[in-house]
């Protein structure tokens, strides 16, 4: 968003910390889910609760 709407003036702020390796992941999220979520983002993969 920001690099669309900065030419125009608009400032954009935003977190999006993607997939978290969280308990209710492990209970409620398919690895299938989970594999291709991760594999979306820049790191390839899921985020750590603890760091």
Same mark, same amino acid.
């Given at each position: 968003?920001?690099?669309?709407?900065?030419?125009?003036?608009?400032? =954009?702020?935003?977190?999006?910390? &993607?997939?978290?390796?969280? +308990?209710?992941?492990?209970?409620?999220? $398919?690895?299938? =889910?989970?594999?291709?979520?991760? &594999?979306?983002?820049?790191? +390839?993969?899921?985020?750590?609760?603890? $760091?």
């Amino acid at each position: 968003m920001a690099k669309e709407l900065g030419p125009k003036g608009v400032r =954009v702020n935003a977190i999006c910390p &993607g997939l978290i390796g969280t +308990k209710f992941h492990d209970d409620f999220t $398919k690895n299938e =889910v989970r594999t291709k979520v991760a &594999g979306s983002t820049p790191l +390839k993969r899921e985020g750590n609760p603890e $760091k």
